[in-house]
Nanobody
Framework: VQLQASGGGLVQAGGSLRLSCAASGRPFSSFVMGWFRQAPGKEREFVAATSRNGGSTYSDSVKGRFTISRDNVKNMVYLQMNSLKPEDTAVYYC?????????????????WGQGTLVTVSS
């Protein structure tokens, strides 16, 4: 499956952004979809994931501020990011996992998009 992330940009602290990820190549509904991020000098970390039926899992650092959603008709997954903080600055990646179970580690995902940069200014 091919993944194309978009929607990153520069935003002030407290602002919002919505990231999108378009998937193609295989039946989208059979994949768990996740968002990860990687800040400069840091390891890639889990942000959120959505199961095949739309259930969601979040990291503690974004819970209550970010919302993941998916559209199985349009083959899209979204990450709505509100109340952004400077520490949310990172390259954000969408990922796909061909499984029933959600995973929160990078090695649990089979396919990755190219990343989109989010910069939050203070």
């Amino acid at each position: 499956v091919q993944l194309q992330a978009s929607g990153g940009g520069l935003v002030q602290a407290g602002g919002s952004l919505r990231l999108s990820c378009a998937a193609s190549g295989r039946p989208f509904s059979s994949f768990v979809m996740g968002w990860f991020r990687q800040a400069p000098g840091k390891e890639r970390e889990f942000v959120a994931a959505t199961s095949r039926n739309g259930g969601s899992t979040y990291s503690d650092s974004v819970k209550g501020r970010f919302t993941i959603s998916r559209d199985n008709v349009k083959n899209m997954v979204y990450l709505q990011m509100n109340s952004l903080k400077p520490e949310d600055t990172a390259v954000y990646y969408c990922a796909a996992r061909h499984s029933i179970a959600v995973a929160v580690i990078t090695t649990g995902y089979d396919y990755w998009g190219q990343g989109t940069l989010v910069t939050v200014s203070s």
